[in-house]
């Protein structure tokens, strides 16, 4: 059974700092492309960021680019993001997603884990 | 950036179809994905390319798309069919959302 379990999520001050992780299990791990979408409390889903396989590819948002960064470890099962100089509009539930295999789609999520910014 | 536009509502009477639409520019040239998100819970995709079922998912739910607007159809719609639904796409390797649908079975 597919598992993704996200944590590190909580209240930190604005221009703080903030690593969340994604652990996997079910799955070969290192053969899916994964990646972070979130959600404002009461507001619809934004898409954070992508990650290839490898690790050696990854996109971003405008709205976090330069400020998040996108990591895996193939050798824990681990999905990261670490998120830096936060702002209170990156308050959200903050899920990881599994893509099906050459198909896109985000076929497994997390539950999420929230991310609160404020002083 | 690209941008898809949804109805913020839509409202259906048990047994009754609903579809939801959602627009972009020439969105019917690129594939669409739709999820749905119960209450509480993390979005469950229930169509993908356009117009293709996961197993899991009951045959009420279909899918369309072409020329800008992309169509979540749900006939003999349930209760346990109200949920917000997203549709989504790829565009230059980044995904992009819909602002949402909120389906209400009255």
């Known amino acids: 059974e597919v598992q993704l379990l996200e944590s590190g999520g909580g209240l930190v001050q604005p221009g703080g700092s903030l690593r969340l992780s994604c652990a996997a299990s079910g799955f070969t791990f290192s053969s899916y492309v994964l990646n972070w979408v979130r959600q404002a409390p009461g507001k619809g889903l934004e898409w954070v960021s992508v990650i290839s396989e490898t690790g050696g590819t990854t996109y971003y948002a405008d709205s976090v680019k330069g400020r998040f960064t996108i990591s895996r470890d193939n050798s824990k099962n681990t999905l990261y993001l670490q998120m830096n100089s936060l702002r209170a509009d990156d308050t959200a539930v903050y899920y990881c997603?599994?893509?099906?295999?050459?198909?896109?789609?985000?076929?497994?999520w997390g539950q999420g884990t929230l991310v609160t910014v404020s002083s | 950036s690209y941008e898809l536009t949804q109805p913020p509502s839509v409202s259906v009477s048990p047994g009754q179809t609903a579809s939801i639409t959602c627009s972009g520019d020439?969105?019917?040239?690129?594939y669409a994905w739709w999820y749905q998100q119960k209450a509480g819970q993390s979005p469950v995709m229930v169509i993908?390319?356009?117009?293709k079922r996961p197993s899991a998912i009951p045959e009420r739910f279909s899918g369309s798309n072409s020329g800008n607007t992309a169509t979540l159809t749900i006939s003999g719609t349930q209760a346990m069919d109200e949920a917000d639904y997203y549709c989504?796409?790829?565009?230059?390797?980044?995904?992009?959302f819909g602002g949402g649908t909120k389906v209400t079975v009255l």
């Open positions: 989504q796409v790829w565009e230059r390797s980044t995904a992009v």
């Open positions: 993908y390319q356009d117009t």
């Open positions: 020439k969105l019917g040239t690129k």
């Open positions: 997603a599994k893509e099906s295999s050459g198909i896109r789609s985000f076929d497994y």
